[in-house]
């Protein structure tokens, strides 16, 4: 079993910065990769970045490349994703993910991100 939890959403103005952690525990040998999706209320859940075992990254459209980077820190199981110039349409709930073994998902509980003046 993987087991993931994020963590670093808030209430931040447009044009800032806000990173979000994500923390794996469990069978961390198994993973393949982690990465993030979003959900903005009254749409669906879309991807926004995954980064694989072997480091190499991934990332949405131009709504979210070149602004956001997604990373890891291997000695802490931790993955990052940092969201520079945020716009009020990246409000949403955040969730961090993890595919592991093959063909199972571990979701974490979401963490909320606003952007607001």
């Known amino acids: 079993q993987v087991q993931v939890v994020e963590s670093g959403g808030g209430l931040v103005q447009p044009g800032e910065s806000l990173r979000l952690s994500c923390v794996a525990s469990?069978?961390?040998?198994?993973?393949?990769?982690m990465g993030w999706y979003r959900q903005a209320p009254g749409k669906e859940r879309e991807w926004v970045a995954r980064?694989?075992?072997?480091?190499?990254?991934?990332y949405a459209d131009s709504s979210v490349k070149g602004r956001f980077t997604i990373s890891r820190d291997s000695g802490k199981n931790t993955v990052y994703l940092q969201m520079n110039s945020l716009k009020p349409e990246d409000t949403a709930v955040y969730y961090c993910?993890?595919?592991?073994?093959?063909?199972?998902?571990?979701w974490g509980q979401g963490t909320q991100v606003t952007v607001s003046s």
């Open positions: 993910y993890a595919d592991w073994s093959g063909m199972t998902r571990s």
């Open positions: 469990g069978s961390i040998f198994s993973i393949n990769h």
């Open positions: 980064i694989t075992n072997g480091g190499s990254t991934y």
